[in-house]
């Protein structure tokens, strides 16, 4: 317990502890995860050395000269009362690996027995317990769930219970993505994780006034967007007609006032009878952002996401918003598959020319042979796909599939 409440040097002497088979010797729980391989498509390491990755980069976060990777995490890092929790919570959040069932639950009875046989005190052990059994929420909500409902961010939120775990969660979960591999991280996560964290935060502040539904996330966010539009000389009477065409949809609650100005700007008094396609690179974010504004039409989803995917980029996100005009906003946010970020400038004119060309076509034609082919890591990984329903409303169902990433799939559902 002193080598973990050390200033510096903890990283050090864990490796230390490990490297002589140590820290296996005091810890059998830990022997067993030495030298235990993880058949999955994200793991590049053993368990033992994605562990010992996950401590070193906790303690980067306390390390000033490394500030520049996690601002953010290096900030809220130097505010915790007790680190050595957060490293005995990284040393234990996969320890039970190996052993069948839920890792996360029978590491967290671990990581109690252990605060227990060193004397700490019931509350360190219960956090530390707590952040090795839900050390999986923050990645999950954060990469699956529509970030801008308010529901998800409450139902986080009361999960979370306090500032105190959020901000031990968010540090452990940053720390343990980035020590599964290195080409797993890119600036679009970032984004997630941090909204995530920004918004649950917000939320867990009494002081601060959070919508509790979508209908009144909507009408703040139109209130501060008109409020921006007037400073830029833009009458509320000039985008009626385009805000009322959008007001069945979830255009307002799922964008920000600061996007939804942006997108209004744009497109408020374009012409109804054509196409209408704008791509930037959104450097926030770390992806490029399509934004396409067109008469309806069967199969618009698929003529796109096809299109994309013979340019090579992965859509990260989609949102796509029907409005009342017979005209369709689609909004697409897609990274470089070489890259793992947004694409080059250079290629712009070409994505935009290659998505017009095939909107002009009547129909869609898929054949398997026009696909990408299947990467050959991905092919050795048997991913059964699972399909759920699950009904929100009277009036909304959302189904969710959740199958092997690779090059195709949302082409073929051709929605």
Request: hydrophobic fraction near 40%.
């Amino acid at each position: 317990m002193e080598i973990f409440r050390q200033p510096n040097g903890v990283n050090a002497a864990v490796k230390r502890m490990h490297s002589y088979g140590f820290l296996g010797a005091y810890l059998p729980v830990f022997q067993k995860i030495t030298g235990l391989m993880q058949f999955d498509i994200f793991h590049a390491y053993t368990v033992d050395e994605h562990t010992m990755l996950t401590i070193r980069n906790l303690r980067r976060f306390f390390v000033d000269a490394y500030t520049y990777e996690f601002p953010t995490a290096h900030e809220i890092a130097n505010q915790l009362c007790k680190p050595e929790l957060l490293f005995l919570a990284g040393l234990f959040h996969d320890i039970a690996k190996g052993r069948g069932g839920s890792h996360e639950v029978l590491g967290a009875e671990d990581a109690f027995n252990f605060a227990k046989q060193h004397n700490l005190s019931k509350k360190d052990g219960e956090m530390i317990g707590w952040l090795v059994r839900r050390h999986l929420d923050f990645s999950g909500i954060a990469q699956r769930k529509d970030l801008s409902d308010p529901e998800v961010i409450t139902y986080f939120a009361n999960l979370m219970g306090d500032q105190e775990h959020l901000d031990y969660l968010y540090l452990l979960t940053v720390a343990d993505v980035c020590a599964t591999s290195e080409n797993v991280w890119n600036d679009w996560k970032n984004s997630l994780f941090l909204e995530l964290y920004n918004q649950t935060s917000n939320a867990l502040d009494l002081s601060i006034s959070v919508p509790k539904s979508k209908s009144k996330k909507a009408l703040k966010t139109q209130e501060k967007a008109k409020e921006m539009l007037s400073k830029r000389g833009i009458s509320s009477t000039d985008y009626k007609d385009f805000w009322n065409s959008l007001a069945k949809s979830d255009f307002f609650s799922r964008q920000n006032s600061l996007e939804v100005a942006r997108i209004t700007k744009i497109l408020y008094d374009v012409d109804l009878d054509r196409t209408h396609l704008f791509l930037k690179n959104q450097m926030r974010l770390g992806a490029s952002e399509l934004i396409i504004y067109m008469p309806d039409r069967d199969y618009l989803f698929a003529h796109i996401t096809l299109t994309l995917d013979k340019l090579c980029v992965d859509v990260v996100e989609a949102r796509v918003y029907s409005t009342t005009s017979q005209m369709t906003l689609v909004i697409f946010y897609f990274l470089s598959r070489e890259t793992h970020s947004f694409v080059e400038e250079s290629r712009h004119a070409e994505v935009l020319h290659k998505i017009r060309e095939q909107l002009s076509l009547p129909d869609i034609y898929i054949e398997e042979t026009n696909l990408p082919i299947e990467p050959r890591r991905v092919r050795c990984f048997e991913t059964p796909t699972e399909i759920n329903f699950h009904k929100i409303s009277n009036h909304m169902t959302e189904l969710s599939i959740n199958t092997k990433d690779i090059p195709g799939p949302l082409v073929q559902n051709r929605l």
